[in-house]
C-alpha cells in the first residue's frame, strides 16, 4: 500500500517571504514523486517531479523540492513567495500502475 | 503530441438522475488511466484506474462505476446520481514506460447533484 500525508491543510505566509509545504509518503516499492499546483477555479498544473537523480528538483515559478529517502519526505520549498503563488498544492506518489495524493495545503499569500 | 479531452466541463443533474463523463486520450497507446474526485474542502481521492481495455480497479466503494471500452476512452458513470456525488471529477493518464511516468490531467468536470 501507499500513501501520503500532507500534514497542514493551510500555511499562510507573508508577501516575499519563504515557505515549505511539508509532504511524507509511505510506499512498499519504489516511487516517483510530483508536486501540483491547482489555481483557483482550475485544474490541475504540474509543478515539479523527481524520477532519479539528483535529489533537488527544480520546478516552474521558482519552486523547488528535495527528495529525502531516509525520512520519506518530499518538501516543497520557495523562497520568497508572490500573491500570484496562493493556490492549492497537492503532493503525489507514483508506485506501481498507482498514482495516490496528498490531500492538499492551500498556501495563502498575504500582502 | 499527447492530449486529453474531459467532457461536459460543467453539469448539474437531480438527485436519482444517471451520469455519463467521458474521457479520451490522444497521442499515446496502451496509457494508464485514472478517474479521481475532489469534494469540496477535501483533497484529490482516486475513484478508479485502469491499465488496459475493460481492465478497472476500485479504489473506494461507492454508486459510480468505470469503463474502459477503447484503449484510450474511460468513462465514468453512474445509475442513480447522490447529492454526496457533487464534486470535481478530474480524468488523468500515465505512460508504463520507464522514465516517464508523470501523471496528465484534463481540465476537469464540476458536477453538481441538487
Known amino acids: 500500500a501507499q500513501s501520503v500525508t500532507q500534514l497542514d491543510s493551510q500555511v499562510p505566509v507573508f508577501e516575499e517571504a519563504p515557505v515549505e509545504l511539508r509532504c511524507n509518503y509511505s510506499?512498499?516499492?519504489?516511487?516517483?514523486l510530483f508536486w501540483y499546483v491547482q489555481y483557483p477555479n482550475q485544474g490541475l498544473q504540474l509543478l515539479l517531479k523527481?524520477?532519479?537523480?539528483?535529489?533537488l528538483v527544480k520546478g516552474i515559478n521558482g519552486f523547488e523540492a528535495e527528495f529525502n529517502k531516509s525520512q520519506t519526505s518530499f518538501h516543497l520549498r520557495k523562497p520568497s513567495v508572490h500573491i500570484s503563488d496562493t493556490a492549492e498544492y497537492f503532493c503525489a506518489v507514483r508506485g506501481y500502475q498507482k498514482v495516490t495524493f496528498g490531500t492538499g495545503t492551500k498556501l495563502q499569500v498575504i500582502p | 503530441s499527447q492530449t486529453i479531452h474531459q467532457w461536459p466541463a460543467t453539469l448539474v443533474q437531480p438527485v436519482g438522475s444517471p451520469l455519463s463523463l467521458e474521457c479520451t486520450v490522444e497521442g499515446t497507446s496502451n496509457p494508464n488511466l485514472y478517474w479521481y474526485r475532489q469534494a469540496a474542502g477535501r483533497g484529490l481521492q482516486l475513484l478508479f484506474y485502469s491499465v488496459g481495455i475493460g481492465q478497472i480497479s476500485s479504489e473506494v466503494p461507492q454508486n459510480l462505476s468505470a469503463s474502459r471500452p477503447q484503449d484510450r476512452q474511460f468513462i465514468l458513470s453512474s445509475k442513480k446520481l447522490l447529492l454526496s456525488d457533487s464534486g470535481f471529477y478530474l480524468c488523468?493518464?500515465?505512460?508504463?514506460?520507464?522514465?516517464?511516468?508523470?501523471?496528465?490531467f484534463g481540465e476537469g468536470s464540476w458536477l453538481t447533484v441538487v
Open positions: 510506499s512498499s516499492v519504489s516511487v516517483y
Open positions: 523527481y524520477l532519479s537523480g539528483s535529489t
Open positions: 488523468a493518464w500515465s505512460v508504463r514506460r520507464q522514465g516517464r511516468n508523470t501523471i496528465y
